[in-house]
């Protein structure tokens, strides 16, 4: 890093900072600390800075302004604003401020998360929504989801005779993949004890850890040339390798079409299959870069927050035992009744599970603050202006400490879900780990599967120790929220 020319960059960036903003800075921005020429606030950000803008909202309210740089940041950590922000100004809130690092191979261009609304970012929501994760699509697949769940029990099972104990966000994360790859090109992608398993989702977390570190580079693109930090560097290097694994994938598949002409055989197609298929229409607006990037999408939006919800689940449960003995009563009740295993079927007649995975989303929201927002025209709210361009942050986190809402905030009560019909599904402001409105997961069909059957499923067969009895529950900041240590525990058969 070239400091010398860091230092000039940044005096010529002050330069126009300081006459644009004595030229016409809006007055009407909502709150916030006062921002240091130059740096703005960027130093209030500290390394957790889902909890570090938690208790700037405190002093300076739930709609709150930040200069980061030369980017007005808009952070946003109540009920009412979301709601405000999301339903009544969706159409304008729904930019993308994209980061640097997700200039990495043009990600940008290709990605859902990172797409402005537009043909583009239509033409992939409605892959997801009528190929992928429709109902009757799911339901279709529900004997992969199974087998999955039952490779994931075998495994468990072999470590309780040993007494070992089990990484459980690993596991969680390879069930997971498993299900998506199987999806995707009918294989399993990746094997509980290899290393090369290890090795993509380490890749995955590395990823989404660089991407939410703090980045002059976004702050000042001035400096973008420059690559203050090494992030994009970074990024490019594992993006790099996680597409040239999809595009082995997708290489062999597309030899394997043309020995056999499968293309023509209408059984058994997956959605490589179908994709492909599409790609080959003149009309389609899919090509094979397309599938590429969509693939690579799918794995790394799926399993991190997946598993390291799952891995929040499981640690709460064991932190509060009395919690972990209601949520496998319940399962022994609607279960061992009929002598089976757990089903997919089974999860809308187990309310208790359903608020365990409801609390641990409060909680531990993965992704804490949505995938940023950007207003796309000037936008008043609360008799404030949010202007154009601005990035919007929703801070999660800090809506789910709220004790004007949850009371009792701090404590792992999934009681406080019984009989309320508050549900995560974009509907009800005060919990949306999916996020709302237009820009809101499209994988929430399929994680909300997942999550249950696979916490139903390892408390329904086990018991789970810790070693010494004592968990650390803090967590790590990165583009997901994931436990500071990783989730160590013992099986027990029950
Ligand atoms: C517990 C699991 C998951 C959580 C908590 C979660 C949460 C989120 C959140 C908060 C957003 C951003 C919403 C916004 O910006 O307003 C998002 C976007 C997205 N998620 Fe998920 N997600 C999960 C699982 C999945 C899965 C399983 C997939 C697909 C396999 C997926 C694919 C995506 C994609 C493609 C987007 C970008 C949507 C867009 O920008 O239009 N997610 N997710």
């Known amino acids: 890093m070239d400091y010398t020319m860091i230092f000039i960059l940044l005096s010529i960036s002050t330069c126009f900072y300081v006459l644009i903003s004595r030229s016409g800075r809006d007055t009407r921005l909502p709150p916030g600390p006062y921002p240091f020429p130059i740096i703005g606030n960027i130093f209030k950000l500290g390394n957790k800075p889902h909890h570090s803008l938690a208790a700037l ?6 709609l709150m302004s930040l200069k980061l740089g030369t980017t007005t940041t808009i952070v946003v950590s109540s009920r009412e604003i979301v709601k405000e922000f999301f339903s009544k100004h969706d159409v304008s809130f729904s930019g993308r401020s994209v980061p640097y690092v997700a200039t990495a191979h043009d990600h940008y261009k290709h990605a859902m998360g990172w797409s402005q609304v537009g043909d583009h970012w239509r033409m992939l929501r409605k892959i997801y929504k009528e190929h992928l994760f429709a109902a009757r699509q799911l339901d279709a697949s529900h004997l992969l989801r199974k087998k999955k769940v039952q490779q994931l029990l075998d495994y468990v099972h072999d470590y309780s005779d040993s007494g070992k104990p089990v990484d459980i966000g690993h596991i969680a994360s390879i069930t997971t993949l498993n299900v998506l790859s199987n999806f995707v090109f009918s294989v399993d992608l990746a094997q509980y004890d290899s290393q090369s398993s290890q090795d993509f989702m380490d890749l995955v977390w ?21 690559d203050p930090h090494g992030l994009l560097r970074k990024a490019k290097l594992y993006t790099g390798k996680l597409l040239a694994i999809v595009e082995e994938y997708i290489s062999k598949r597309l030899q394997e079409r043309t020995a056999t002409s499968s293309s023509d055989a209408s059984s058994s197609k997956d959605l490589m299959d179908l994709l492909l298929d599409m790609s080959q229409n003149e009309k389609s607006s899919i090509n094979l870069v397309g599938i590429r990037y969509l693939v690579f999408d799918l794995f790394i939006a799926g399993t991190e927050t997946t598993s390291s919800t799952l891995e929040w689940a499981m640690a709460e449960l064991i932190n509060n035992p009395e919690k972990m003995s209601k949520a496998r009563s319940e399962l022994e009740e609607v279960i061992r009744k009929e002598d089976r295993t757990f089903e997919e079927s089974d999860i809308a007649r187990l309310p208790y599970l359903q608020a365990v995975v409801k609390e641990t989303l409060r909680l531990h929201p993965p992704v804490t603050f949505l995938l940023p927002h950007k207003a796309t025209t000037n936008v008043e709210v609360q008799g404030y202006i949010v202007p154009k361009d601005a990035q919007i942050l929703c801070n999660l986190w800090a809506m789910g400490q709220d004790s004007n809402v949850w009371p009792n905030a701090q404590r792992f009560e999934p009681e406080r879900f019984l009989d309320v019909g508050i549900d995560y599904k974009g509907h009800d402001f005060e919990l949306i780990p999916f996020g709302t409105g237009r820009r809101m997961c499209p994988g929430l069909p399929l994680a909300d599967r997942m999550l249950h059957l696979m916490l139903g499923s390892l408390i329904y067969k086990f018991d789970w120790k810790i070693k010494g009895g004592m968990m650390d529950m803090s967590d790590k900041f990165g583009m997901t929220l994931q436990k500071n240590l990783p989730l160590m525990a013992i099986p027990v058969k029950v």
């Open 57 to 62: 909202s405190k002093t300076y309210g739930p």
């Open 206 to 226: 590395l990823l989404f850890e660089n991407a939410g570190r703090p980045n002059l580079a976004d702050f000042f693109p001035v400096l973008r040339p420059l």
